[in-house]
């Protein structure tokens, strides 16, 4: 009897704080280009970033039209399950990239390592080049962020608007 009880109070402890909201300590205003061969989603949005997760959101007309929740081990996009982030990489994105590639991007810091990382007064740019893997463009400039992968079709573009 004593364990039913116990069990109870713990699956209801479970589902209640599974409802509940994250807290982000940092949220931008943003407009986000995200172009994959899968989905193409561009407009205004929010980035919104604790130490745990990062949450991408894209507006249109006021409705949130895309969500992308990023998390230590797992990537959430509205349209797909929830996924880890290495089939993500492989099933939106490429296979390969590194598992931290979209975190890295949505934050403005280097990828892959800062392999081929020149700095520049106001940010800094990598030209990546796999054969037939991927040919990258990433910068990050003033309140910009661009990540063009030709070989792949992917541009990713975030204009900070504050």
């Known amino acids: 009897m004593l364990f039913k009880k ?13 409802c509940t909201s994250k807290e982000y300590a940092k949220q931008e205003s943003v407009f986000i280009v995200f172009k994959t061969p899968t989905f193409k989603h561009a407009d205004l949005g929010f980035i919104y970033e604790n130490k745990d997760a990062l949450k991408v ?7 949130a039209v895309m969500s992308l929740e990023i998390s230590q081990s797992f990537v959430c996009m509205s349209f797909l399950e929830c996924m880890g982030k290495k089939s993500f990489n492989e099933e939106v994105l490429s296979a390969y990239y590194p598992v931290t590639i ?10 892959f390592n800062g392999i081929n990382k020149i700095k520049t007064r106001n940010g800094f740019t990598q030209k990546l080049i796999k054969k037939d893997k991927y040919t990258i463009n990433y910068s990050v400039l003033n309140k910009q962020i661009v990540f063009r992968d030709t070989i792949n079709d992917i541009l990713i573009k975030v204009k900070r608007l504050k």
């Open 102 to 111: 979209l975190e890295n991007i949505f934050k403005g810091q280097e990828i």
């Open 6 to 18: 116990f069990f109870e109070f713990s699956l209801l402890v479970i589902i209640l704080t599974a």
């Open 57 to 63: 959101e894209i507006y249109n007309s006021g409705q």
